[in-house]
């Protein structure tokens, strides 16, 4: 089965460099949420979208944007990186307005700001 | 008030037992969904089991079922015969309805390690 799709899978910055990550959604989910994940600790919420709308807003930095486009999929804008802005960041997708099921993980892109 | 709480930072399991990670939550919502999602090292997030809050019996999937007390509000993970894969970070999360967007919160995670 089709599932979450996220790249790249790993990316190497350097501090103030832009970086640009994707993902892909779940064929028919409409929703898109991203976290943030830093070392030993849990997922941060950041942005989530609905029908190519943004529905909420979490921990997000100012320096950081993301869209969806027409084709659902989504893509996170980072700019002026930070050392500490390197963790794994996580796509998910649901299909909206079902609370009876998980949020689907795509595989992280791994962001490290050197 | 944190929402989910896992007081286990870490545990070393013996391979083949059975292990139960502690998870309990604190919502005035009548409607929520409990999830477990395990992560390895690998860093993938790999959804194991849900619970909904009007669920009558406890969810299993194969070794893994959820022992769900609503009037302690807990929902604590169960796997039975452990297994060295087992090893990785165990996270418990909520979804509420009140919530319009759904977003899952996060407690602090459980890294497990299965000994041989």
């Known amino acids: 089965a089709a599932g979450v799709i996220q790249s790249p899978r790993h990316l190497i910055k350097e501090k103030r460099e832009t970086a640009t990550l994707k993902c892909y959604p779940i064929?028919?989910?409409?929703?898109v949420y991203w976290y943030q994940q830093g070392p030993g600790q849990d997922p941060q919420f950041l942005i989530s979208f609905y029908e190519k709308m943004q529905s909420d807003k979490g921990s997000i930095p100012d320096r950081f944007s993301a869209q969806q486009f027409s084709d659902y999929h989504s893509e996170l804008n980072m700019s002026s990186l930070e050392l500490g802005d390197s963790a794994l960041y996580f796509c998910?997708?649901?299909?909206?307005?079902?609370?009876?099921?998980?949020?689907?993980f795509g595989q992280g892109t791994r962001l490290t700001v050197v | 008030a944190q929402k989910i709480t896992q007081t286990q930072p870490g545990m070393f399991v013996q391979e083949k037992e059975a292990v139960t990670l502690d998870c309990t939550y604190d919502t005035s919502d009548p409607s929520y969904g409990l999830f477990w999602y395990k992560q390895p090292s690998s860093g993938e997030m790999i959804f194991l089991i849900y619970?909904?809050?009007?669920d009558q019996q406890n969810a299993t999937e194969g070794r893994y079922s959820l022992n769900f007390q609503k009037a302690r509000k807990s929902a604590n993970l169960v796997i039975s015969a452990s297994q060295l894969g087992d090893s990785a970070m165990y996270f418990c999360?909520?979804?509420?309805?009140?919530?319009?967007?759904?977003?899952?919160?996060w407690g602090a995670g459980t890294k497990l390690i299965i000994k041989p």
């Open positions: 064929p028919r989910h409409d929703t």
């Open positions: 998910a997708s649901s299909p909206t307005g079902v609370l009876l099921s998980e949020a689907f």
């Open positions: 999360a909520m979804r509420e309805s009140m919530d319009s967007n759904y977003q899952l919160i």
């Open positions: 619970q909904g809050s009007y």
